[in-house]
């Protein structure tokens, strides 16, 4: 069928509130960031893994998210275009459960199984969902990986949500497996604005850092370029498909340094990005220039201008309890996408003492922290485009994060281990494709594991596994730093 045959039909779809559905008069048009996501160069979807301990059961998965996801208004209603004005509507429908769970046909004994599901989820991120059925599935592959018995992959678009919002959502799926009747607690409950105002000074100062970030962010629109380095995708990189890896790495390693240092989980974690992309960076160098690769050896270029797009969620809470209420009504509330962005300037390069790689990073967030940039790149996007129009926003949104070289983001996950529906999970690695950078990195934390996920274009990069590998022993050089610093002060 074609697409837009597809559409005019289903503008003509007929809803009942008989049996919890919604009724057509309460079609909404989508917000403008969820039609943001639509656009050229936004076209963005979030994938999350989540390994299980014991075998899949479909049936039992199929039935739980009809009497559970299904209920929230936007999983269970189509995205349709008005071909006269052009808006998008949401339009509730009744949803076959059996469109949205994808189950393959799988030989158990298949060679090498780790390298099928990466492929599988590599292949995922060549194809869109179709948009005659609401726009998120789960593909369960029923065989056994080294860390799982088997393997789920929820795909959202992003119009339905953040990443912050749909991770609630998935673990209002989840209980506590000591406590089948108890839902998990996510590691940080943001209950306040990230910004603290103690004095007259402090409101200087984000006064000072707030212009600088709107100087740094009108720049960036117009002509500043991230350089040209091995991780800077190319024009067209959000169309070409991704490969996914990750690795997890002890949060008690984590903490040892962030209390050694007296800094924050994310001072340590983006010191440690920080540092293996310039182990990375300087492997890769080596390589372009025919040298031989000395660890020690800086072959980085000078002055190089590396920035990340940092993710802030602007909800005042996080609560899943609340979600958890609300998804047996229907009602929904506040939902969607309300993120901002900051563009996180990395120092890139070799240093004598690993944990100025921490001290850089907790100097940057800091500023960071206390500016308004974040609301600042949120609203902006409305005024674009309130005055001309949706496109216009599209390209200011691709003219940012193409001129930048990755996405980072950070999603606290659940501190003890859950079960989804009766299956308890070994891990979960969530993480998104169709950006136009070819690079992404997502932390999320679960039980003990801090997890380091990678979306890269393989054609930028072609070894996304050794940059987990210089990231893992980043951690452990600035861990065996940060200690043995501590033990000589105690000395």
């Not at 025919?290 to 050896?297: A, E, I, P, Q, R």
């Amino acid at each position: 069928m074609d697409s837009s045959q597809g559409l005019n039909s289903l503008k003509q779809i007929k809803t009942s509130t008989k049996g919890g559905e919604i009724g057509m008069e309460e079609e909404q048009p989508l917000s403008p960031m969820a039609r943001l996501f639509h656009e050229p160069g936004s076209n963005v979807y979030i994938v999350s893994m989540m390994g299980c301990k014991t075998k899949i059961k479909p049936d039992v998965i199929k039935e739980s998210l009809v009497n559970s996801i299904l209920r929230h208004p936007r999983f269970s209603s189509l995205q349709v275009t008005d071909k006269d004005t052009g808006i998008i509507r949401w339009v509730p429908t009744k949803v076959n459960i059996d469109n949205h769970i994808i189950m393959p046909k799988l030989d158990p004994n298949i060679e090498f199984p780790d390298k099928f599901v990466a492929d599988y989820m590599s292949n995922l991120s060549r194809t869109p969902i179709e948009n005659t059925k609401p726009l998120w599935d789960l593909h369960l592959l029923d065989i056994k990986t080294s860390n799982a018995e088997g393997t789920g992959v929820f795909r959202f678009h992003h119009s339905l949500g953040d990443g912050m919002s749909l991770m609630t959502l998935v673990l209002a799926c989840t209980r506590k497996t000591s406590d089948l009747n108890a839902i998990p607690t996510l590691a940080v409950s943001k209950d306040s604005g990230y910004i603290k105002i103690t004095s007259f000074w402090s409101i200087l100062e984000v006064f000072w850092n707030s212009l600088v970030a709107v100087m740094m962010f009108v720049f960036t629109v117009l002509f500043l370029k991230d350089t040209e380095t091995p991780l800077k995708g190319s024009l067209g990189v959000e169309n070409r498909p991704r490969r996914f890896v990750s690795r997890s790495v002890s949060l008690a390693d984590i903490k040892a340094v962030k209390n050694a240092m007296n800094v924050t989980l994310n001072d340590v974690v983006l010191g440690v990005t920080q540092a293996g992309l310039s182990c990375y960076l300087n492997r890769r160098y080596s390589k372009i220039k025919g040298l031989d690769y000395n660890s020690k050896k800086d072959v980085i270029p000078k002055n190089i201008r590396l920035r990340a797009t940092f993710f802030f969620n602007l909800r005042a809470t996080t609560r899943i309890d609340t979600l958890v209420e609300k998804m047996k009504t229907g009602k929904m509330g506040q939902w969607g996408n309300k993120i901002g962005y900051v563009l996180l300037p990395f120092t890139i390069g070799l240093k004598s003492n690993p944990l100025d790689y921490v001290k850089e990073a907790k100097a940057v967030i800091d500023r960071k922290k206390a500016s308004l940039e974040p609301l600042y790149t949120y609203f902006v996007l409305y005024v674009v485009l309130k005055l001309f129009g949706m496109k216009a926003a599209g390209k200011l949104n691709h003219k940012v994060f193409f001129n930048t070289t990755l996405w980072f983001t950070n999603v606290p996950g659940p501190q003890e281990e859950v079960t989804f529906y009766g299956h308890d999970i070994a891990y979960m690695a969530p993480s998104c494709y169709g950006q136009p950078n070819a690079l992404m990195i997502h932390i999320v934390s679960y039980m003990d594991k801090l997890t380091f996920v990678i979306s890269a274009d393989e054609e930028t990069i072609p070894d996304p596994q050794q940059l987990c590998d210089d990231l893992e022993e980043s951690l452990d050089l600035i861990k065996s730093s940060a200690l043995g610093t501590e033990s000589a002060k105690n000395k």
